[in-house]
C-alpha cells in the first residue's frame, strides 16, 4: 500500500468536474499525482475551470466517460495506482424518474467502476458515500450518536419518497458486496452536507442550499439540526484513506453540528443584508452525527465560520449573490 499512494503514481477521480471532484483533483495535483480525470462531455464548458488547476497541463488527463459504459470506464481506470469514485447524481429537487435518473448510475455506476477497477489490478478504490447512506434510520435511538454502524433504511427511504438518500445506500451496500466477494480493496467516505467555495461555475446541489438559506426569504423553515463539512476538508479526508494503508471501512465525514437558525444568526451578524428565512419552526429531533473515526486517522477540520465566509465570497464572486 505504501507503494501505491507513492506521490506521481496515476490515480482516477471519477465525474472529475463536479464540486467535491474538482476540489480533489486540486488537491491531488497539488501533491504530485498524476491524475485521470473522468467527464461525461469533455466539450462542456462546465468543465472548462478544470484545466486551469495548477500543474493540470502537465498532470491531469481527461476521459470521456459514462458511468454506464463500462468500457469507457475500463479505460479510464487502467495504469492507475488507486481510483476515487466521486461522481453519482446529486440532483437539487426530486426528479421524474428516480430509478432511471438516480438509482441506476449510482448503483450501475459503482459496480462498473469496481468491476473495472479489479480487471486493471487497482491497489485501492475510495468511494465518495454520503451520510444518506447513514443516518435515514428510524430504528435508531435519537439519543445515541450516529456511527459507521448505522445504515440508511431502504424501505424508510422509499416510502419517504428520498431517492437520493435510497440511491446512495444502495450503491454503497453493493459495492461493500462486491468487495468482500472479489476481495477488491475498497474505503468508503460519508460526508454530511458538504459546503465551501466552489471551483466549478455552476451551483451544485449542496451549494444551492446554502445560496437560498441566504437570498430565498422563506416565510418560514424547520430548524432542524444541519451537519456540515467543509469541501476542501473532504478532498483531504479522500486523499488521507487513500494514503493511510491502515484506513479500513466506513469513514463518516463531518464537522460541525448546528441548528439551522443558529447558522442563520452567525451568516446575518457578518452578512446583515440578504434575505433570510423570517420565521422558524422547532424541527425533528435528530440524531447527532460523529466524525470521531476519520478523526483518530488524523483528519482534521476548520472551523465553520471560514466554510460560510469562503462561501459567500465566492457567491458573490461568481454572480450568484449580490454583495
Ligand atoms: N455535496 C454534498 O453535500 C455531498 C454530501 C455527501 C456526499 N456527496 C457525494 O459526493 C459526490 C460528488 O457530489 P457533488 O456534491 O460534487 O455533486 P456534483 O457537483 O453534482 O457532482 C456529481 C458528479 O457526478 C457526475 N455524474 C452523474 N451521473 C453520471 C453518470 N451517469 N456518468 C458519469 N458521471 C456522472 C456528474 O457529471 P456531469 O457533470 O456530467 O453531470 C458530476 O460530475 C457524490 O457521490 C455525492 O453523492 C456529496
Known amino acids: 500500500m505504501a507503494k501505491m499512494a507513492e506521490k506521481g503514481s496515476i490515480v482516477c477521480v471519477t465525474g472529475a468536474g463536479g464540486y467535491v471532484a474538482s476540489w480533489l483533483i486540486k488537491l491531488l495535483l497539488s501533491e504530485g499525482y498524476n491524475v485521470h480525470g473522468t467527464v461525461r462531455n469533455p466539450g462542456d464548458d462546465k468543465n472548462a475551470h478544470l484545466r486551469n488547476l495548477e500543474n493540470a497541463a502537465e498532470k491531469l488527463k ?3 466517460a459514462d458511468l454506464l459504459d463500462f468500457n469507457s470506464i475500463l479505460a479510464a481506470v487502467k495504469g492507475c495506482h488507486g481510483v476515487f469514485h466521486v461522481a453519482s447524481p446529486v440532483p437539487p429537487s426530486s426528479v421524474p424518474n428516480p430509478e432511471v435518473e438516480l438509482v441506476e448510475p449510482a448503483l450501475k455506476g459503482t459496480l462498473n467502476v469496481l468491476k473495472a477497477c479489479s480487471e ?3 491497489g485501492r478504490v475510495v468511494i465518495v458515500s454520503s451520510a444518506a447512506a447513514i443516518g435515514m434510520n428510524p430504528n435508531w435511538p435519537k439519543d445515541q450518536v450516529i456511527d459507521e454502524t448505522c445504515w440508511s433504511d431502504r424501505e424508510y427511504c422509499r416510502t419517504n419518497n428520498n431517492w437520493y ?3 446512495k445506500t444502495v ?3 453493493e459495492a461493500w458486496q462486491y468487495a468482500k466477494k472479489s476481495g477488491l480493496d475498497i474505503v468508503t467516505v460519508c460526508p454530511s452536507l458538504v459546503l465551501g467555495p466552489m471551483l466549478q461555475h455552476t451551483a451544485n446541489a449542496s451549494s444551492l442550499v446554502l445560496i437560498k438559506l441566504l437570498k430565498e426569504g422563506y416565510e418560514e423553515m424547520e430548524n432542524n439540526l444541519r451537519k456540515i463539512v467543509d469541501v476542501r476538508d473532504v478532498a483531504e479526508a479522500i486523499k488521507l484513506v487513500y ?3 491502515e484506513a479500513e471501512g466506513r469513514y463518516i465525514c463531518t464537522a460541525h453540528m448546528i441548528k439551522t437558525q443558529d447558522l442563520v444568526q452567525i451568516l ?3 452578512y446583515p443584508n440578504y434575505n433570510y428565512p423570517k420565521s422558524f419552526k422547532e424541527g425533528k429531533k435528530l440524531s447527532e452525527l460523529s466524525s470521531e473515526k476519520l478523526q483518530r486517522l488524523g483528519w482534521k477540520y476548520r472551523p465553520l ?3 460560510l465566509v469562503d ?3 465566492n457567491y458573490k464572486q461568481a454572480g450568484l449573490l449580490h454583495s
Open 305 to 307: 465560520k471560514e466554510t
Open 311 to 313: 462561501s459567500v465570497e
Open 62 to 64: 481527461i476521459f470521456k
Open 120 to 122: 486493471a489490478k487497482v
Open 171 to 173: 450503491a454503497e451496500a
Open 268 to 270: 446575518r451578524e457578518i
Open 165 to 167: 438518500c435510497f440511491s
Open 243 to 245: 494514503e493511510k494503508p
